[in-house]
């Protein structure tokens, strides 16, 4: 005899599905883009500390509008005046990653305190998920965004983005 079993997919940030999940939600897996945003869940008693498992990794990158009009090629290109970033907001994963990388940059000196800084005057929007900063950039609002390099190769298909810089030593080093 077959068994059928039915599996629904829920899709959105991190933030949202662990406040979801938290506040009663049903879910068997919860999949996050970032282990500090499992807490909810765990303070609501919806998951043990001992239950997180790695089954994936991903790395950060920045991004620009197709053909780079702003000619961004490192990291110090995000301090000029009057160019405009998207990020996520520091609750969500992307947010605090992209947080995490310029910080690193700083203590590698990849970029200087008044680098980070300027970028930070530089971000324009501040979104609820990596789509969202992602779209930014492909509709030519934002021009650069920090976004997962997996986002980055399904927008390739639609000539939206061009990867920039990827911070593959930064991002291992973060953690």
Not at 53 to 70: D, S, T, Y
Request: aromatic residues 6%; hydrophobic residues 45%; charged residues 20%.
């Amino acid at each position: 005899m077959l068994n059928i079993i039915t599996v629904n997919l829920v899709f959105a940030g991190s933030r949202y599905l662990a406040d979801e999940i938290a506040q009663g939600a049903p879910a068997d897996v919860f999949a996050s883009a970032n282990r500090r945003l499992m807490a909810p869940v765990m303070r609501a008693g919806r998951m043990s500390n001992d239950s997180g498992r790695v089954f994936a990794r991903n790395r950060l990158a920045v991004v620009a509008q197709k053909n780079n009009p702003a000619q961004l090629a490192t990291l110090r290109d995000l301090v000029r005046p009057g160019l405009k970033i998207a990020l996520g907001t520091r609750s969500t994963g992307i947010g605090a990653y992209a947080l995490d990388v310029l910080t690193k940059a700083e203590q590698l000196g990849r970029i200087g305190v008044p680098d980070r800084e300027a970028a930070l005057q530089n971000v324009a929007f501040y979104e609820r998920d990596v789509r969202a900063v992602l779209s930014k950039v492909m509709v030519g609002d934002a021009d650069a965004a920090f976004v997962y390099t997996s986002d980055c190769h399904d927008a390739a298909d639609e000539a939206a983005a061009s990867i920039i810089y990827p911070l593959e030593e930064l991002w291992f080093n973060t953690g």
